[in-house]
């Protein structure tokens, strides 16, 4: 009896550890540190995603499924300009103000600004299907994106791709027309496209590295 007692301890204290080890990955999914600063968000914007999402490409939609996610600079120093520049609902032409669903700041605080799944204006082809995370840095072109967004973001993505399984690219702002090999992009306005260098091919090098073993592709920088 003594020794059955101990044995069932045993099997316990293992059964015990062993349900530990497997909740910590969800646990630790669920208590990314995440900061909610929501940009206005009324029926307004909804109709001019609306509109965007029918121009663009041809769909009547203001939400995605999310697919893949663009990695961007903001090209400003701190969170509050890349905050209000998108704030707004519409632009000075009256269409749909630019924006992205999460802002990640020099100290690697992750802000979250809409919806996961609202359709934001980030990065032309791709937003009926992507997440867009903005880094604050890479003022004048420079490369100075710190270790703390890196890590957050790496964070970040593993949190998505966790939450939603429909995500499987992952590219810099810079890659969009190597992108295209995914299938994903549509763009209906000939001639709408922009150069861009964000966030840098270091950046995307130290993302891949991190995680291109976690059932994503990358594209190389
Ligand atoms: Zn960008």
Known sequence: MFTSGICLRKCLCLWVFITIL??????ANGNLHIVDKPIIWTENREQLIRDYAQTHYGLSQVTIVP???????????????????????ARSDGTLNVASHFLVDRDG????????????????????CAIGIENVGGVNGREDLTEEQLL?????????HSKYPTIRYVFGHYQQ??????????????????????????FMEGLRMAMEQEGLVFYPE
Request: net charge negative; proline share 2%.
């Open 109 to 128: 605080t992750i802000i979250r600004l809409t919806e996961e799944t609202a359709l934001n204006r980030h990065a032309i082809g791709y937003n009926w």
């Open 177 to 202: 027309d190597k992108a295209r090999e995914s299938g994903l992009y549509i763009e209906n306005v000939s001639g709408y496209h922009s150069y861009k260098i964000d966030p840098g091919a270091s």
């Open 152 to 160: 957050a973001n790496i964070e970040l993505i593993r949190y998505l």
């Open 67 to 89: 697919q893949a996610v663009v990695v961007h600079w903001t090209a400003d120093s701190t969170w509050e300009s890349a905050y209000w520049t998108f704030y707004n609902e």
């Open 22 to 27: 497997n909740v910590i990955p969800v646990w």
